[in-house]
């Protein structure tokens, strides 16, 4: 078995699809479940829409869960006969969690949860994996390599952090874009034209991120790198960093964030 079951070809879903073809998947190991046609699919990858039409002689190692997390109740007991063959299934659903993917799947099923983010789409993403007990050290390493495809990827064993890994990377995108908007209607409000504010805070959150990408140094240094003592950057910095600034209202918007996670996945 080396073949790839991609059950949901939506935004990640396409955005993996991509990912795997560019780094060497053969089209003709992935079969894709949509119910209607995916624009766009590419060449020589099948479609099929549904299970029972997935062809008997494709023995998928691995299925991937791309649905979203409202319609997988439904969706994946559908797929039960490959876990008692022994594929594994990858999940990117949020909310879903190890226990209620497996128990979907008859109870025995080897089930690796994980939580991408949306700059997956330009193979800028990261994603956090937790494995359970049964997953195979091999199947592990086949989910790895299938995630590295749109970004970074890490793991953890404690499945609980999950929900905290939700709310900082799996909504954080969000986050910066809120920053950014922030940004340019404070520019505005300060004399700028719109469109130059919006121009300068999109430019300056897309730099600041490639520098970070780029630099050894860490975010704290190189906010430190920018600020001359009292100058403009430290004028900002007192205001954004006081004791009702920008630290303790992320601490509160990521808690209410991973409580929100641990309530869906409940």
């Known amino acids: 078995m080396n073949g790839?079951?991609?059950?949901?070809?939506?935004?990640?879903?396409g955005a993996l699809l991509a990912g795997w073809l560019q780094r060497g998947v053969a089209a003709s190991d992935v079969v894709v479940v949509e119910p209607t046609p995916v624009a766009g699919l590419p060449a020589g990858v099948r479609q099929v829409a549904d299970?029972?039409?997935?062809?008997?002689?494709?023995?998928?190692?691995?299925?991937?869960?791309?649905?979203?997390?409202?319609?997988?109740?439904?969706?994946?007991?559908?797929?039960?006969?490959?876990?008692?063959?022994?594929?594994?299934?990858?999940?990117?659903?949020?909310?879903?969690?190890?226990?209620?993917?497996?128990?979907?799947?008859g109870g025995a099923a080897a089930v690796v949860r994980s939580i991408p983010n949306t700059p997956a789409a330009v193979?800028?993403?990261?994603?956090?994996?937790?494995?359970?007990?049964?997953?195979?050290?091999?199947?592990?390493?086949?989910?790895?390599?299938l995630l590295?495809?749109?970004g970074e990827v890490g793991w953890v064993d404690d499945e609980s952090l999950i929900d905290a890994v939700t709310a900082v990377s799996g909504s954080g995108p969000a986050y910066v874009f809120l920053l950014t908007e922030c940004m340019a209607a404070a520019g505005a409000a300060a004399g700028l034209p719109d469109d130059l504010a919006a121009r300068l805070a999109r430019a300056t959150v897309i730099g600041s991120g490639a520098l970070m990408k780029q630099s050894s140094e860490?975010?704290?240094?190189?906010?430190?790198?920018v600020t001359s003592p009292n100058g403009t950057t430290q004028a900002a910095l007192d205001v954004l960093m006081a004791v009702d600034g920008v630290g303790p209202l992320m601490q509160r918007a990521i808690a209410a964030a991973t409580k929100r996670s641990r309530e869906l996945a409940g």
């Open 4 to 13: 790839i079951l991609l059950v949901g070809c939506g935004k990640m879903g």
């Open 218 to 225: 860490s975010p704290a240094q190189l906010r430190k790198n």
């Open 123 to 145: 193979g800028e993403g990261i994603t956090i994996a937790c494995a359970s007990p049964s997953v195979t050290a091999e199947q592990r390493a086949f989910c790895e390599s």
């Open 51 to 105: 299970a029972a039409a997935v062809p008997k002689d494709f023995a998928p190692a691995l299925i991937l869960l791309a649905v979203k997390p409202q319609m997988m109740d439904a969706v994946a007991p559908a797929y039960v006969g490959y876990a008692k063959t022994g594929a594994c299934f990858l999940s990117v659903a949020a909310g879903k969690t190890i226990a209620t993917l497996n128990g979907l799947l």
């Open 148 to 150: 590295v495809a749109v």
